[in-house]
T-cell receptor, first 114, second 113 residues
Framework: NAGVTQTPKFQVLKTGQSMTLQCAQD?????MYWYRQDPGMGLRLIYY???????DKGEVPNGYNVSRLNKREFSLRLESAAPSQTSVYFC?????????????FGPGTRLLVL | AQSVTQLGSHVSVSEGALVLLRCNYS??????LFWYVQYPNQGLQLLLK??????LVKGINGFEAEFKKSETSFHLTKPSAHMSDAAEYFC???????????FGAGTILRVKS
């Protein structure tokens, strides 16, 4: 099993450009998440999907949109990138939405917005 | 609202020495607590978690943590550090409104030979 995979690994954008970060999991998990990691701030939740067909905002959703394409895939879209969105983005999944579930993380996407 | 404070953004220990990484949380209800580790250029992976029951929790790679409700703490320890333990460690608390983790800022552990 590959676990959680993310593409691309690294991306450079200019301010105002758009892009979609892709995430897929092969563990038959119901819940998926998008986080951003910034130095000294830990990980902050952007959006999550408790189950296929549902999405909800997290702590820092502004400037992002998500799509739960199917049970395996959960994409994150930046419509008009800003330098403040320079960060490392992690996708994660868990078996279900219960608060004691372990989350499994992908390797991350490093995004630089100029 | 739940929050997590990790004391010390950087901790340095000698190989073979005790590792102690501190985590305090605030929560109005009994929390679920987690420690995750991030090796360079990788995603996070679970070290251990406390849900209910025994307050001393053992995890992978010889790490353990003790849930102390009276001190609102969940410190991570390892009796003898190994060079391979060098990584960033995150404490997290799970909030009751959906399966959402609130992470601390992280502690970078350096192990000196």
């Amino acid at each position: 099993n590959a676990g959680v995979t993310q593409t691309p690994k690294f991306q450079v954008l200019k301010t105002g450009q758009s892009m979609t970060l892709q995430c897929a999991q092969d563990m038959n998990h119901n819940s998926m998440y998008w986080y951003r990691q910034d130095p000294g701030m830990g990980l902050r939740l952007i959006y999550y999907s408790a189950s296929e067909g549902t999405t909800d905002k997290g702590e820092v959703p502004n400037g992002y949109n998500v799509s739960r394409l199917n049970k395996r895939e959960f994409s994150l879209r930046l419509e008009s990138a800003a330098p403040s969105q320079t960060s490392v983005y992690f996708c994660a999944s868990s078996p279900g939405p219960s608060i004691w579930e372990t989350q499994y993380f992908g390797p991350g996407t490093r995004l630089l917005v100029l | 609202a739940q929050s997590v404070t990790q004391l010390g953004s950087h901790v340095s220990v000698s190989e073979g020495a005790l590792v102690l990484l501190r985590c305090n949380y605030s929560s109005s209800v009994p929390p679920y607590l987690f420690w995750y580790v991030q090796y360079p250029n990788q995603g996070l992976q679970l070290l251990l978690k406390y849900t209910t029951g025994a307050t001393l929790v053992k995890g992978i790679n010889g790490f353990e943590a003790e849930f102390k409700k009276s001190e609102t703490s969940f410190h991570l320890t390892k009796p003898s550090a190994h060079m391979s333990d060098a990584a960033e460690y995150f404490c997290a608390v799970s909030v009751t409104n959906g399966n959402k983790l609130v992470f601390g800022a992280g502690t970078i552990l350096r192990v000196k030979s």
